[in-house]
């Protein structure tokens, strides 16, 4: 196989191939031949009509389809030799055949390379790691916070605070003109404590029962409603009901009886676990986030175009399906963000970890494999079928390797940095201001 590589401004890498005509021939005969044995055609017998005929009658349709089967192959088999990692799918041009005397057809192939990255001075990284230490008496106090208490919200002829609870009914204009389609009544939500956006929370503060408030927001190029995207929308909101909390002690909690301690004892060792888990798990994404952007500072990582588009399409199905699944409404904060930030995190991370496995030629343990599958399925009422469905599922288990990887590549990167430790109070870490970092809450 004969081809020629070269590197375009704005298209990218480019790959001429020839393949011999003798080639294109054979596979043409040998197409034909399998529509003889199988195609009956008036005036001729089945499996005796002469080539010439197919050729004739399917010529066309089975040249173009030849063409495109051998472009492909001879492409794959350039990226195989040559080791080449391409992102998406790519661009087949045919040459026009001007010179009949020529051995050979010419097509020339346009795509884009995954990029190439060298991590370096991973020595002279600097992060820290969170230690929170956390005592008995806030596990304590974690219990009476989450004790059985019954919440009353009781009616009010009062401005609108924070933490109160709202009930609105909303419309929806653009220039002017309503989309009745998402008009939505008896919305509640509690104030300054809720998922929906910013302009929502702070417009409605102070504000009375039956007060009609109006502002404007432009709609995300990704947002799951296409109908509204980059659009400019009004919202007129009704406030319908303003409630504030009255938290009272439940019937059951104030009965004191001989069970109370062994469930007091229960509750404790449960929620001691239950925060030292979760505190690991935000504090450890919190290191690792800083080691992904300490090495994005000192290393020159271009993210090619379509590579990022193509996550960015990615991303966009995952939280429209999302979106859909869960009925959610427009007013949701998550969905008026840009994408373009998660998913530089996203590839970042992803190009960094690729980097260190293949430098450091890691291989997926299946005992580790073995033992995060146990650790994840012990969560399941059922942790057998779990189990049964790691083992019958391919995808499952790809998924369970890469997790294994990554671990290993992250600990590597760990091993190779300094890691400066900085000891929390219980209290430093609640009210740290982990708003910041939205991904690491779960």
């Given at each position: 196989?004969?081809?020629?590589?070269?590197?375009?401004?704005?298209?990218?890498?480019?790959?001429?191939?020839?393949?011999?005509?003798?080639?294109?021939?054979?596979?043409?005969?040998?197409?034909?031949?399998?529509?003889?044995?199988?195609?009956?055609?008036?005036?001729?017998?089945?499996?005796?009509?002469?080539?010439?005929?197919?050729?004739?009658?399917?010529?066309?349709?089975?040249?173009?389809?030849?063409?495109?089967?051998?472009?492909?192959?001879?492409?794959?088999?350039?990226?195989?030799?040559?080791?080449?990692?391409?992102?998406?799918?790519?661009?087949?041009?045919?040459h026009q055949d001007e010179d009949k005397k020529k051995?050979?057809?010419?097509?020339?192939?346009?795509?884009?390379?995954?990029?190439?990255?060298?991590?370096?001075?991973?020595?002279?990284?600097?992060?820290?790691?969170?230690?929170?230490?956390?005592?008995?008496?806030?596990?304590?106090?974690?219990?009476?916070?989450?004790?059985?208490?019954?919440?009353?919200?009781?009616?009010?002829?009062?401005?609108?605070k924070s933490y109160d609870r709202v009930t609105i009914?909303?419309?929806?204009?653009?220039?002017?003109?309503?989309?009745?389609?998402?008009?939505?009544?008896?919305?509640?939500?509690?104030?300054?404590?809720?998922?929906?956006?910013?302009?929502?929370?702070?417009?409605?503060?102070?504000?009375?029962?039956?007060?009609?408030?109006?502002?404007?927001?432009?709609?995300?190029?990704?947002?799951?409603?296409?109908?509204?995207?980059?659009?400019?929308?009004?919202?007129?909101?009704?406030?319908?009901?303003?409630?504030?909390?009255?938290?009272?002690?439940?019937?059951?909690?104030?009965?004191?009886?001989?069970?109370e301690k062994k469930t007091i004892q229960t509750d404790?060792?449960?929620?001691?676990?239950?925060?030292?888990?979760?505190?690991?798990?935000?504090?450890?994404?919190?290191?690792?986030?800083?080691?992904?952007?300490?090495?994005?500072?000192?290393?020159?990582?271009?993210?090619?175009?379509?590579?990022?588009?193509?996550?960015?399409?990615?991303?966009?199905?995952?939280?429209?399906?999302?979106?859909?699944?869960?009925?959610?409404?427009?007013?949701?904060?998550?969905?008026?963000?840009?994408?373009?930030?998660?998913?530089?995190?996203?590839?970042?991370?992803?190009?960094?970890?690729?980097?260190?496995?293949?430098?450091?030629?890691?291989?997926?343990?299946?005992?580790?494999?073995?033992?995060?599958?146990?650790?994840?399925?012990?969560?399941?009422?059922?942790?057998?079928?779990?189990?049964?469905?790691?083992?019958?599922?391919?995808?499952?288990?790809?998924?369970?390797?890469?997790?294994?990887?990554?671990?290993?590549?992250?600990?590597?990167?760990?091993?190779?940095?300094?890691?400066?430790?900085?000891?929390?109070?219980?209290?430093?870490?609640?009210?740290?201001?982990?708003?910041?970092?939205?991904?690491?809450?779960?």
């Open positions: 196989m004969n081809f020629f590589m070269e590197k375009n401004k704005d298209a990218g890498h480019r790959v001429t191939i020839k393949i011999p005509k003798t080639t294109v021939n054979n596979s043409l005969l040998q197409e034909f031949i399998k529509i003889r044995k199988t195609t009956k055609i008036n005036g001729f017998r089945k499996g005796k009509t002469p080539i010439r005929v197919i050729q004739e009658k399917y010529g066309s349709a089975i040249y173009y389809d030849i063409f495109k089967k051998l472009m492909q192959k001879f492409f794959y088999e350039f990226i195989k030799t040559e080791k080449i990692k391409i992102i998406g799918s790519p661009k087949f041009y045919i051995e050979y057809f010419e097509y020339s192939v346009i795509y884009e390379l995954y990029p190439q990255f060298q991590i370096k001075d991973i020595k002279q990284i600097k992060v820290n790691k969170i230690n929170v230490e956390i005592t008995e008496e806030d596990i304590k106090k974690n219990i009476e916070t989450n004790k059985n208490k019954k919440n009353i919200w009781n009616p009010v002829n009062k401005a609108v009914n909303y419309c929806i204009y653009e220039k002017n003109k309503k989309i009745k389609k998402f008009d939505k009544d008896n919305i509640s939500f509690i104030v300054s404590k809720n998922t929906l956006i910013p302009q929502l929370n702070y417009k409605i503060i102070n504000h009375f029962v039956n007060d009609i408030i109006f502002f404007k927001i432009k709609f995300h190029a990704f947002h799951p409603e296409k109908e509204l995207q980059n659009k400019d929308i009004t919202f007129k909101i009704k406030i319908i009901k303003i409630e504030k909390k009255q938290e009272l002690e439940s019937e059951k909690s104030n009965k004191k009886n001989i069970t404790y060792q449960t929620i001691k676990n239950n925060l030292h888990s979760q505190i690991n798990i935000i504090t450890d994404k919190y290191l690792e986030n800083q080691i992904i952007q300490k090495i994005v500072e000192k290393n020159i990582l271009l993210l090619p175009p379509l590579l990022f588009q193509k996550e960015i399409k990615n991303l966009y199905k995952q939280y429209t399906k999302q979106y859909q699944e869960e009925n959610s409404n427009i007013l949701e904060k998550k969905y008026h963000m840009s994408l373009d930030s998660e998913v530089k995190k996203r590839l970042y991370f992803q190009i960094i970890i690729e980097q260190i496995i293949l430098n450091n030629k890691l291989f997926a343990d299946e005992n580790n494999i073995q033992k995060l599958i146990k650790k994840i399925s012990s969560n399941y009422k059922n942790p057998m079928e779990i189990i049964k469905l790691y083992n019958k599922n391919k995808n499952l288990k790809n998924t369970m390797k890469n997790i294994e990887l990554e671990r290993q590549a992250m600990l590597l990167l760990k091993k190779s940095i300094k890691i400066e430790k900085q000891n929390w109070n219980f209290e430093r870490f609640l009210n740290y201001n982990w708003a910041s970092h939205e991904e690491l809450m779960l």
